[in-house]
């Protein structure tokens, strides 16, 4: 297996509304990252994980919650959006067992488009 | 602190043509390169990278880039493009840690 997979691929909601964004990966890498990326943009880092342990929190409002159950998954978890935060939401992996993970390129899933109403 | 530099926003090119597409990056240690596309309607795809040794990288689509140190330069080229290689590009440098810099992404455009 050497996908990121993310759920869902579309998601409305309104602005008070709480949903959560979900990736999973099972090929053994031990960080993983939260990124969000606006159309004709380069991805902005949001949050890494590593070793299920937030690392980086690169200023995100707490309106976007991160959550690392176990070293396969990786959840989104949003409430009370606003529209501006409407974008593509990117999780990505990359390899264990490295002091320099991201030396070895990322694996990004497909993305979940959001779209705050 | 690094800092990667995509100098073309989009890419026009006819079917068969060769294109370049270029990246120059700013740091003033080693560096990892590499280059990423994204479909539309896709996440990014890790598409070729340089660690060390050979200067030039191939991926397995026919795409390749060279680092040249002296210029700080990581080009992008491939000599025939088809349709199906219309995408964003994005360039990115890791100079050792976890969180690449992106570069602000070109525009391929494949034109039949």
């Known amino acids: 297996d050497t996908e990121v997979t993310q759920t869902p691929k579309h998601l409305v909601m309104g602005m008070t509304n709480k949903k959560s964004l979900k990736c999973e990966q099972h090929?053994?890498?031990?960080?993983m990252y939260w990124y969000k990326q606006k159309a004709k943009k380069p991805p902005e880092l949001m949050f890494v994980?590593?070793?299920?342990?937030?690392?980086i929190n690169e200023s995100v409002p707490s309106r976007f919650s991160p959550e690392c159950p176990n070293s396969s998954l990786l959840n989104l978890h949003l409430h009370a959006l606003q529209p501006e935060d409407s974008a593509l939401y990117l999780c990505?992996?990359?390899?264990?067992?490295?002091?320099?993970?991201?030396?070895?390129?990322?694996?990004f899933g497909s993305g979940t488009r959001l779209t705050v109403v | 602190a690094q800092s990667v530099t995509q100098l073309d926003s989009q890419v026009p090119v006819f079917e068969e043509a060769p294109v370049e597409l270029r990246c120059n990056y700013s740091?003033?240690?080693?560096?990892?390169l590499f280059w990423y596309v994204q479909y539309p309607n896709q996440g990014l795809q890790l598409l070729l990278k340089?660690?060390?040794?050979?200067?030039l990288v191939e991926s397995i689509n026919g795409f390749e880039a060279e680092f040249n140190k002296s210029q700080t330069s990581f080009h992008l080229r491939k000599p025939s493009v088809h349709i199906s290689d219309t995408a964003e590009y994005f360039c990115?440098?890791?100079?050792?840690?976890?969180?690449?810099?992106f570069g602000r992404g070109t525009s391929l455009i494949v034109h039949p």
């Open positions: 340089y660690l060390s040794g050979s200067t």
């Open positions: 740091s003033s240690v080693s560096v990892y």
């Open positions: 994980y590593s070793y299920e342990k937030l690392s």
């Open positions: 990505a992996s990359s390899l264990r067992d490295s002091n320099y993970p991201a030396n070895y390129g990322y694996t």
């Open positions: 090929m053994g890498h031990r960080a």
């Open positions: 990115a440098v890791t100079r050792g840690g976890y969180i690449p810099t």
